[in-house]
Each structure stands twice: as C-alpha cells, then as structure tokens.
C-alpha cells in the first residue's frame, strides 16, 4: 500500500477475503448469465488471501516455491488479459477507464460499499455504451480486484487492450450461451448405448481451433493429452502433452486445475479424492457434487463443455488455513522451504 493511494484504493485495501466474497455474492444476481460462472471462475483463479500471503512474506521467493506455484500467478502481469474469458472482456477498455476515473471522484468512504461501488461503476459504463448494465458488472468487479492486487499506478498505466479478435467480439451473449449448451450430433444412431459418443471439449472460447475430442465418460485430461496440434509446451513450460498441464493423472500434483464455463451438468459428479485434494490445493471450498473447479484429471464428460485453463498451478490449501489459524511459521529470507504434507504427494 503506498502513502500515495487514492481514498478508493485506501478503502478496498481494508477488504478481506469475507468483505469480496459478501459483495460477489449480492452482485450475482445482476452479473448476466454468459458472465455468472466466468466471474466466479475469475475470483477462484485470483484469491486475495493468496495475493496478501505472497506479499507479506518475508521472501516471496521462497514461499512460491514451497507451495508449489509455477506459471504466471501474479495479476499485475496480465492485468488486460487475466479476464479474457469473460464476455465483458470486450468492454474491458471502457470498464478500465470509468474505474480510473473513479479513483479520481470518491471522496467518502463512510457510507460506502463494495458492492454498491461495482454496481455504480458498471452502470455508468453501460449507460455510456447503451448495453445492459448486466453485460458488465461481473468485468466490473474483476477491474476492481484488479486494482487490488496490481496497484492504482499499474492499473492506470495499462493500455486497456482487447485480447479477442473482431468477430468473436461482435458475437451476442445468447449467441455464446447457445454454443456452450450445444452438444456434438452421434449420427442417425446416436440413440443407441452401443455407440461410442465423443464430446467436443473447448478451452477458448475466443479461438475456433481451441477445442479437442474425447470419449463418452472419458476425463478430460486425457482427451486434452491426444491433441497434438500445437507446440503446447513452447507455449507453456507446465504443458507436457496437449493444452492442459498434467502431471500424475491421480488428483496429486494439482496443475490439471480448470474452470467449467459451461456443461458443469455434463461432468461426472466430485468423487471423495478430488473433493478433498481440491480444498488442500487451496483452489475451491465447495461441497457441491459439480461444482466450477474441477481437476481435469478426474472430471469425466457425458456432454460437450466449455473450460478456462488457469496459467498457474499450486499447492496451497493447507499453508492457508494454517496462516489463518496463526499456525504459521513463516520461513525468513535465505531459509530453504519446508516440505509440506501435500509437497510429498507429488
């Protein structure tokens, strides 16, 4: 936090964890149903508890690497393109600057919410742009977590670009949700048990050649696994074969972790495994049986799905629970990490 932070900045970095959890949940029912799972895909792949822990460590080099964290976990590096999945993406340039300005303009924070503040914000942007208010608060409220962990300088200083092409940002939102519910055609004999059904898996939705093909109640890994049609690993170090990182095929290494934008019914239910390695990853804390965040490696499909690959992995779950229990010694600069419970499963 720096002394020269703006009055709104100064307010949200009061926030925990709780605080943005309340403010998502009061925004949900005005987050458009194309953006609904996508916004809540994003506050998974970016926790604030996570973000304070790095930065609060006395070596955060040291701490990455004793919970296993690779890829690009820091927000302030993609700040225009973190939110690409979203369909508010599109007005991402728009959103930025009305947040900008906002900075600018708030004055009391006596009577102010979080909740309130998104939806103010958003519904300025929508009104200068003429769409639904709807079609922007959930990119709202990612642009605010945003300033959060990149700072008011580096969010400012961003060029707020686009990171789709032309034709997919003229797409509609009814247009994205059809696709997303539309499943693969078997054939005139489709009907029969007897057929072997495959499903289309597509993890971009922003690119017609990011999809591949797997078998009915295959996982989705290992249909991932069969897509050689790129170089995967020059562009992305975790990715051994094909566009999802994998490393054990067995709910222990954590990097298979994705979002399930659409078809989250098509996907087996949460055996008890990736239940609970889910929540000693730090990933997600929920109990329900198809949930958002799944591990690729364990997720079977009776349906076509839409995911988001998230561009980091790690091994947290555990190190957070135990800091916010105050159970946690944390290593000083130059100390070699400690191997933790979950370290030791891969």
């Given amino acids: 936090m720096s002394t020269n932070d ?3 900045t100064t307010f949200l970095n009061q926030l925990d964890q709780q605080d943005w959890t309340t403010a998502l949940t009061e925004l949900l029912p005005s987050i458009h149903e194309v953006d609904r799972n996508a916004t809540q895909i994003w506050f998974k792949f970016y926790p604030l508890d996570l973000f304070r822990a790095l930065g609060e460590a006395p070596d955060r080099a040291i701490l990455v690497q004793q919970l296993l964290i690779q890829g690009r976990h820091q927000l302030a590096d993609q700040i225009d393109s973190s939110h690409s999945f979203l369909y508010g993406h599109r007005f991402w340039p728009d ?3 009305a947040v900008t300005q906002r900075l600018k303009s708030f004055t009391d924070a006596s009577n102010a919410s979080l ?10 942007v929508a009104m200068r742009l ?9 990119i709202t409220a990612v642009a605010f977590m945003t300033l959060v962990q990149a700072g008011e300088h580096e969010f400012a200083s961003t060029r707020g670009t686009v990171h789709i092409d032309g034709k997919h940002a003229r797409l509609s939102p009814e247009k994205v949700l059809e696709a997303r519910a539309k499943d693969d055609g078997q054939g005139v004999l489709g009907f029969l048990k007897t057929i072997n059904k495959s499903w289309t898996v597509t993890y971009d939705e922003n690119d017609n050649r990011a999809h591949f093909k797997l078998m009915n109640e295959e996982e989705l890994a290992s249909g991932a696994a069969r ?10 170090a975790r990715c051994i074969e094909g566009p999802i990182p994998v490393e054990c095929r067995s709910a222990s290494c954590g990097t298979c972790w994705v979002g399930v934008l659409g078809g989250a019914e098509k996907l087996s239910d949460v055996a008890r495994r990736e239940g609970k390695r889910v929540k000693e990853f730090g990933y997600d804390e929920t109990s329900e049986p198809k949930p958002l965040i799944r591990l690729a490696c364990q997720a079977q499909a009776y349906g076509a799905v839409s995911i988001v690959i998230p561009p980091w992995n790690g091994v947290f779950g555990k190190y957070m629970k135990q800091r916010a229990e105050g159970k946690i010694d944390e290593p000083l600069p130059n100390q070699a990490p400690a191997v933790s419970d979950n370290a030791t499963a891969n």
């Fill in 115 to 124: 909740a309130g503040e998104i939806k103010q914000v958003a519904e300025s």
């Fill in 227 to 236: 897509d050689q049609s790129r170089d995967w690993r020059a562009a992305d």
């Fill in 95 to 97: 959103v930025r600057e």
């Fill in 130 to 138: 003429r769409i639904e208010p709807s079609l922007v608060t959930g």
């Fill in 6 to 8: 703006s009055l709104l």
